[in-house]
């Protein structure tokens, strides 16, 4: 007996090309080490978590993400708040919503070096 396991996207170019719906032309994968992102950190207290070391990891974790895909062109980064507090109110958090509105160049992605770093409701972000 044959057992079919579908296969999942390995990519994100994978996963947009198997999530474009019918008669909507697939986009052309972006050229190599051309995407550019923002960098969003985060340290929830003083107490608990050094903020230093705190950006460096986290912004060393994002560094090798997009390793080969593109260059972080801004930092934002968060100390002593706490992943409950929606982003608007987050400083810098709302800082980098701001210059992705208000940037004339194109912005692509937001990469965080963890992703409890970004907090626990997505839905803030389109608010």
């Known amino acids: 007996m044959t057992v079919f396991t579908p296969s999942r996207p390995a990519t994100l170019a994978e996963w947009i090309a198997a999530t474009i719906p019918p008669g909507i032309p697939a986009l052309d994968a972006a050229p190599t080490g051309v995407l550019k992102f923002l960098f969003y950190g985060r340290a929830s207290t003083s107490e608990h978590q050094d903020p230093r070391t705190s ?70 972000l389109g608010r």
Request: aromatic share 8%; proline share 4%.
């Open 55 to 124: 950006r460096a990891w986290q912004l060393d974790v994002a560094h090798r993400l997009v390793d080969g895909h593109g260059t972080i062109i801004g930092e934002y980064f968060e100390t002593a708040c706490s992943r409950q507090v929606p982003w608007p109110q987050r400083p810098q958090a709302a800082a980098l919503l701001r210059a992705i509105a208000d940037s004339d160049n194109r912005i692509d992605a937001i990469v965080v070096g963890e992703y409890e770093r970004v907090g626990c409701q997505n839905s803030a």
